[in-house]
């Protein structure tokens, strides 16, 4: 697929067949997640692929924004030990728009390979760590649901380019 | 065996739920319709997969399933709810 149609075409996926996902396929998929684009390069993340359908049942328990019975979740992290700090010794923001980068390239990688996925913001964090024996420094930030598609929705409505692309300066 | 299974499933279905309960408490008031939603179709999906739906709860599960997996689109979700809600509750007149 050229990159423009996976960009264009891509759906968040929240029905999944009952496929089993590849193990060489999550592979795949996280080191796609892994080339993204990384402030100093420091990869302040961490992928944990979730394929035993126990573990992922209990995922699902855990995690209520998971709405279907995906085949495998990929669990992705903030890697506190390599964020970086500011002047100010703040801990530099970066970090969280590494993560998002990644989790793009990760679900184009899926929508490119014919799997589909769909982050999730919705699940205990506590509870998810406690569950996977996270260590400390592993924070647990988005999980991904994956599978093949079993229902493909509608694009979702955007929003006018006109009220969010601006050219030289900005105009009402 | 199958009441192993059940409570198997329903212990699962009793964590997502008690799950769910504690993340509202952060999230956008919406996501509890959302919730309640997909408690009732894991429940029908565990009633399904025992042969136990009759072909009234085979159209709810559809209805519900249809809910849960399309785009988030919460604006017209209010009257397909009220239409979901009128059809149960001619049917539990109907089994009265």
């Not at chain 2, 999230?27 to 179709?41: H, K, S, T």
């Amino acid at each position: 697929m050229h990159t423009l149609d996976t960009i264009f075409t891509r759906r968040s996926i929240r029905a999944f067949t009952d496929e089993a996902m590849p193990e060489e396929t999550l592979d795949t998929l996280i080191r796609a997640a892994a080339a993204a684009p990384t402030a100093s390069n420091a990869q302040p993340w961490a992928f944990m692929a979730v394929r035993d359908p126990r573990r992922v049942e209990a995922l699902r328990a855990l995690s209520p924004g998971i709405i279907g019975r995906p085949p495998a979740v990929v669990v992705m992290c903030l890697d506190r030990r390599r964020r970086q700090l500011t002047s100010e010794g703040t801990f530099d923001e970066m970090a969280w728009i590494d993560l998002g980068a990644a989790l793009e390239n990760l679900l184009l990688a899926a929508h490119d390979l014919g799997y589909g996925g769909c982050p999730i913001g919705s699940f205990h964090k506590p509870g998810v760590s406690s569950f996977l024996h996270l260590p400390e420094h592993l924070e647990p930030v988005l999980l991904v649901a994956l599978g093949r598609p079993r229902v493909t929705p509608n694009a979702p409505t955007k929003r006018p380019m006109e009220e969010v692309h601006f050219r030289e300066t900005y105009e009402e | 065996m199958d009441a192993d299974a059940l409570r198997h499933e329903l212990f699962y279905l009793i964590g997502y739920m008690i799950t769910s309960a504690r993340g509202l408490y952060d999230e956008p008031a919406d996501y509890g319709v959302f919730r309640l939603l997909d408690a009732a179709g894991r429940l029908l999906a565990i009633m399904d997969s025992r042969n136990l739906l009759d072909p009234f709860l085979a159209d709810l599960k559809r209805s519900i399933d249809e809910e849960r997996e399309g785009s988030m689109d919460p604006e017209r979700q209010r009257e397909r709810l009220d239409a979901l809600v009128l059809k149960i509750a001619e049917e539990m007149q109907r089994r009265v």
